[in-house]
């Protein structure tokens, strides 16, 4: 078989298993509601580490989808019930008519966070919940998602609109600015990604992005080359990266956030 009949080999093989398997619970949890399932993040941007880096799911469904049906994937999809080998599952459920149309908001049924390395979060409502992580990760869905199940994800799931995605991008280089809950290494790759997207319309994988801004501004290359070193290394050995030296490098993100979204009229 080769990727088009087996979309499992698109994935590293370190995970093919674990994510069988989860498809395998997903579909007998939700049945015929079932309309998708897709890797996103880093595994679609060919950028997963292993020991390092997240799995990133989304997962589509026909509403209604039961209350209960989804507090039963939350459990069966827990890390205590089936042990996730990367650094954690972040698993969002979405209505799949909310996926289909271009949104800014959060729209989620479930955001599922589990995993040895990551804090644990069953959400079911997304009131109040900040919506730029979503928003940007359905953008690089509609553009480099792996469907696990179902058609393929441009088909299912639609790429933000630039008015709704540029405040995205926005907000989280201002999380990253912030720093906290977040290692070194990734605020100054998700800021080499946004960065970059702002410049080509395309996401790419961090190390990629990396490697254009590193190139392109002399004055941020240290810092943004001691990043990529730390990202290579666990978690857990993740690498001090100096301070005003991360906030000034996000500061410069921003203003190309900025520049970005005045060349299109946002």
């Avoid at 994800?153 to 933000?160: D, Q, R």
Wanted: proline residues 9%; aromatic residues 6%.
């Amino acid at each position: 078989m080769d990727a088009e009949t087996d979309p499992f080999r698109a994935v590293p093989a370190e995970v093919r298993p674990y994510l069988t398997e989860l498809v395998r619970r997903t579909r007998a949890v939700c049945g015929s509601r079932l309309t998708g399932v897709v890797a996103v993040g880093s595994l679609a941007l060919g950028d997963y580490r292993h020991g390092r880096s997240d799995i990133d799911v989304t997962v589509l469904v026909e509403d209604p989808l039961p209350a209960a049906a989804l507090r039963e994937l939350a459990d069966a999809l827990d890390h205590r019930r089936l042990p996730c080998p990367a650094a954690g599952l972040e698993l969002v459920v979405y209505p799949a008519g909310f996926a289909r149309v271009p949104s800014g908001e959060a729209g989620y049924l479930l955001d599922l966070n589990t995993g040895a390395q990551l804090p644990g979060r069953t959400a079911f409502d997304p009131a109040g919940a900040p919506s730029f992580w979503y928003v940007i990760d359905r953008s690089v869905a509609h553009q480099d998602g792996i469907a696990l199940y179902g058609p393929p994800a441009p088909e299912v799931i639609a790429a933000p609109r630039p008015a709704d995605l540029y405040p995205a991008i926005r907000a989280s280089v201002r999380e990253h600015d912030d720093g906290a809950g977040h290692l070194a290494d990734n605020r100054v790759l998700n800021g080499c990604r946004s960065a970059v997207y702002c410049g080509t319309g395309r996401w790419l994988a961090k190390r990629d992005a990396a490697g254009r801004v590193a190139a392109a501004q002399e004055g941020f290359r240290p810092l943004i080359e001691a990043a990529v070193r730390s990202f290579e290394r666990p978690r857990a050995a993740a690498l001090p990266l100096p301070g005003p030296q991360v906030r000034a490098f996000l500061t410069w993100v921003r203003s190309r956030v900025d520049e970005g979204a005045a060349a299109i009229g946002v």
